[in-house]
């Protein structure tokens, strides 16, 4: 299926495919997020791919949207139903210690589990990271195991520290920063996982896919301290799809 | 050194015109809320149009320079005081080390700039020096500024040697209702023709729930209100959500970079400003255009707000009107009106002269 442009105000487009949450389409959406971005169009600004749609920010000074739909509209045809790129997995240590893991004994429960369980469940999924938002580095992943769902705390933390895994319905995810939230906290990264410090301040992007490796609290505290002094880098695992 | 904080308001900022390339990893735009104002502060110190200046919310503070430098003020009416004389905004003003700004209330409108030429010395941080609060980065540390911050001003390298200038102004609104020009959505899976003449046919107020992120506004009734979820994606500045109750959001610098609530439709550009600093006494309207007509809206700004600068008249002839406030005063006259022989008109009135700042011109 051909995505679709819609203008959005004077100075964006939304293309859109099909409204539905799916790996296939969504490593589509990322394929043609690359080929725009190669195709570097001038007067445009950036490029924000999400589930099923690439939004493209432009200044109207420098190319009208007749123009831009224009130069968009080619690279719409080439077919993209195939990727032939292979999955960049980034591989992040998780501490599943009750330490860090405030909900994991709860969740266990409430999905009639044992501890292990979860945690060789959780830890044994390339997830997708469909999309960053909410926080930055905030990664929506796809994939989760349907015995590990879990819905939010009635009523949100005020604090969750940075690096904190949690579970929140169908989703898991890692607060980048601390924040306020109401998933449910089933371990930590000693990870950080944007730093202004780095070269690349975010370790990784959309499209990419992300995997948990469990570490016990001494890694933890070892791994953390390597971080600290920027000496801790996080395997990247390539995989054919 | 540059400038050094005395007195902070509520919520005094840096901000340019935003992080907008890194919103993929999640980050907030940010930037100045109302950027026609950011634009013409610059330009009226001669910096680049995006230069970064300081953002003053709703009340302002007390500066001391310790250099000289040339600013400039713009946006809501802040009721600026130069050691203790009034100062006008829209206008290059000539600083000396030691000089004390003072800012005010905010008076008609939420934003006020201040520009400073040559801009301040801080670091891009993502390619943006406007500060994002949330994520504390960008700006000074990332936060407000404080009694006790100082911020160097950058050496533009033709110090308090530029042509005094001003410009025509006329960002904040003086309409009642104010009319907003929006593009509607062209995704209509979500609101009808029908719900489109509904929303245009509504008066809105911005609610008290108006800061950065966004503003949401008070609908007279519930006819937008709807049951539709949908995808999460990208949202765009100036985007009309309507969240399930239906009283709508706009999306504004401080954004969040995804939403998942259905878009009606998108401010236009060139009519944010109004919109960013307006009170929540005046009734709002939206208008319908479309893309092509706002975007040539977009052009006809650009060109205006750089014919908007001109030099300030009169200029050449201060020590003239020094010398005739001696000459009128001496004489007990109530008012004065003098015509030189460039064809620039003083009109002097001698009810409150106080000292030669306080003169009305005319060219």
Same mark, same amino acid.
């Given at each position: 299926?051909?995505?679709?442009?819609?203008?959005?105000?004077?100075?964006?487009?939304?293309?859109?495919?099909?409204?539905?949450?799916?790996?296939?389409?969504?490593?589509?959406?990322?394929?043609?997020?690359?080929?725009?971005?190669?195709?570097?169009?001038?007067?445009?600004?950036?490029?924000?791919?999400?589930?099923?749609?690439?939004?493209?920010? &432009? /200044?109207? $000074?420098? !190319?009208?949207?007749?123009?831009?739909?224009?130069?968009?509209?080619?690279? =719409?045809?080439?077919? %993209?139903?195939?990727?032939?790129?292979?999955?960049?997995?980034?591989?992040?240590?998780?501490?599943?210690?009750?330490?860090?893991?405030?909900?994991?004994?709860?969740?266990?429960? &409430? /999905?009639? $589990?044992? !501890?292990?369980?979860?945690?060789?469940?959780?830890?044994?999924?390339?997830? =997708?990271?469909?999309? %960053?938002?909410?926080?930055?580095?905030?990664?929506?992943?796809?994939?989760?195991?349907?015995?590990?769902?879990?819905?939010?705390?009635?009523?949100?933390?005020?604090?969750?520290?940075?690096?904190?895994?949690? !579970?929140?319905?169908?989703?898991?995810?890692?607060?980048?920063?601390?924040?306020?939230?109401?998933?449910?906290?089933?371990?930590?990264?000693?990870?950080?996982?944007?730093?202004?410090?780095?070269?690349?301040?975010?370790?990784?992007?959309?499209?990419?896919?992300?995997?948990?490796?469990?570490?016990?609290?001494?890694?933890?505290?070892?791994?953390?301290?390597?971080?600290?002094?920027?000496?801790?880098?996080?395997?990247?695992?390539?995989?054919?799809? | 050194?540059?400038?050094?904080?005395?007195?902070?308001?509520?919520?005094?900022?840096?901000?340019?015109?935003?992080?907008?390339?890194?919103?993929?990893?999640?980050?907030?735009?940010?930037?100045?809320?109302?950027?026609?104002?950011?634009?013409?502060?610059?330009?009226?110190?001669?910096?680049?149009?995006?230069?970064?200046?300081?953002?003053?919310?709703?009340?302002?503070?007390?500066?001391?320079?310790?250099?000289?430098?040339?600013?400039?003020?713009?946006?809501?009416?802040?009721?600026?005081?130069?050691?203790?004389?009034?100062?006008?905004?829209?206008?290059?003003?000539?600083?000396?080390?030691?000089?004390?700004?003072?800012?005010?209330?905010?008076?008609?409108?939420?934003?006020?700039?201040?520009?400073?030429?040559?801009?301040?010395?801080?670091?891009?941080?993502?390619?943006?020096?406007?500060?994002?609060?949330?994520?504390?980065?960008?700006?000074?540390?990332?936060?407000?500024?404080?009694?006790?911050?100082?911020?160097?001003?950058?050496?533009?390298?033709?110090?308090?040697?530029?042509?005094?200038?001003?410009?025509?102004?006329?960002?904040?609104?003086?309409?009642?209702?104010?009319?907003?020009?929006?593009?509607?959505s062209a995704d209509l899976d979500y609101f009808s023709i029908g719900k489109l003449?509904?929303?245009?046919?509504?008066?809105?107020?911005?609610?008290?729930q108006a800061d950065r992120m966004g503003y949401r506004l008070i609908a007279p009734?519930?006819?937008?209100?709807?049951?539709?979820?949908?995808?999460?994606?990208?949202?765009?500045?100036?985007?009309?959500?309507?969240?399930?109750?239906?009283?709508?959001?706009?999306?504004?610098?401080?954004?969040?970079?995804?939403?998942?609530?259905?878009?009606?439709?998108?401010?236009?550009?060139?009519?944010?400003?109004?919109?960013?600093?307006?009170?929540?006494?005046v009734p709002i309207n939206f208008t319908r255009i479309t893309v092509e007509e706002?975007?040539?809206?977009?052009?006809?700004?650009?060109?205006?707000?750089?014919?908007?600068?001109?030099?300030?008249?009169?200029?050449?002839?201060?020590?003239?009107?020094?010398?005739?406030?001696?000459?009128?005063?001496?004489?007990?006259?109530?008012?004065?009106?003098?015509?030189?022989?460039?064809?620039?008109?003083?009109?002097?009135?001698?009810?409150?002269?106080?000292?030669?700042?306080?003169?009305?011109?005319?060219?």
């Open positions: 299926m051909k995505p679709v442009i819609y203008p959005e105000g004077d100075h964006a487009i939304h293309i859109r495919f099909k409204a539905q949450i799916d790996p296939a389409l969504n490593a589509r959406v990322h394929d043609l997020t690359a080929r725009l971005r190669t195709a570097a169009i001038i007067g445009v600004q950036t490029i924000i791919p999400s589930f099923r749609t690439i939004t493209v920010v &432009y /200044n109207p $000074l420098l !190319i009208k949207l007749a123009k831009l739909i224009s130069q968009v509209e080619p690279l =719409l045809k080439i077919d %993209l139903s195939t990727s032939a790129k292979p999955k960049k997995i980034i591989t992040i240590p998780v501490c599943y210690d009750k330490a860090f893991a405030y909900d994991l004994a709860e969740l266990a429960n &409430y /999905n009639k $589990l044992s !501890i292990d369980e979860v945690i060789k469940r959780h830890s044994q999924t390339n997830y =997708l990271i469909y999309l %960053l938002g909410f926080l930055p580095g905030f990664a929506y992943l796809g994939g989760l195991d349907p015995q590990l769902a879990m819905p939010r705390l009635d009523s949100p933390r005020v604090k969750i520290p940075a690096g904190s895994v949690g !579970i929140a319905g169908h989703q898991t995810g890692i607060y980048p920063v601390e924040s306020p939230g109401g998933w449910r906290i089933i371990g930590r990264t000693p990870i950080e996982l944007f730093s202004m410090e780095r070269e690349q301040p975010m370790l990784y992007e959309p499209g990419d896919y992300m995997r948990f490796i469990p570490i016990d609290k001494n890694q933890y505290h070892t791994i953390s301290r390597a971080v600290k002094h920027n000496q801790y880098q996080c395997e990247i695992v390539w995989e054919e799809r | 050194m540059g400038l050094k904080v005395i007195k902070s308001g509520v919520h005094i900022t840096v901000q340019d015109f935003g992080r907008i390339a890194h919103q993929h990893l999640g980050f907030s735009v940010a930037g100045a809320m109302d950027r026609q104002a950011l634009e013409l502060a610059n330009r009226l110190v001669q910096n680049t149009i995006d230069e970064a200046c300081l953002e003053i919310m709703l009340t302002g503070g007390t500066f001391l320079f310790t250099k000289s430098t040339v600013i400039a003020i713009t946006g809501a009416d802040c009721q600026p005081k130069l050691n203790d004389v009034s100062i006008a905004m829209y206008e290059s003003i000539i600083i000396r080390a030691g000089d004390e700004l003072a800012i005010g209330y905010l008076v008609d409108g939420r934003f006020s700039y201040l520009s400073v030429q040559g801009g301040f010395v801080l670091d891009a941080v993502l390619g943006s020096r406007s500060t994002s609060i949330r994520y504390q980065l960008g700006g000074y540390q990332g936060r407000a500024l404080q009694p006790g911050d100082q911020l160097q001003i950058r050496e533009s390298g033709q110090d308090g040697s530029l042509p005094e200038l001003t410009c025509k102004h006329d960002t904040l609104n003086k309409d009642h209702p104010l009319r907003v020009r929006y593009l509607a003449a509904d929303f245009e046919q509504m008066s809105f107020h911005i609610s008290a009734n519930d006819r937008l209100a709807h049951e539709h979820t949908m995808i999460s994606e990208a949202t765009v500045c100036g985007a009309i959500q309507i969240p399930p109750n239906g009283h709508p959001i706009v999306l504004l610098m401080d954004r969040q970079t995804t939403g998942g609530y259905p878009v009606i439709g998108v401010v236009a550009s060139v009519d944010l400003p109004k919109l960013v600093q307006c009170s929540e006494r706002a975007q040539l809206l977009i052009e006809e700004q650009a060109q205006l707000n750089q014919s908007a600068i001109k030099p300030k008249a009169g200029l050449a002839c201060v020590d003239q009107v020094k010398q005739l406030i001696e000459v009128v005063e001496g004489a007990q006259l109530s008012a004065f009106t003098y015509q030189d022989k460039k064809g620039v008109r003083i009109k002097l009135s001698m009810r409150n002269v106080k000292g030669a700042r306080n003169y009305d011109k005319k060219s």
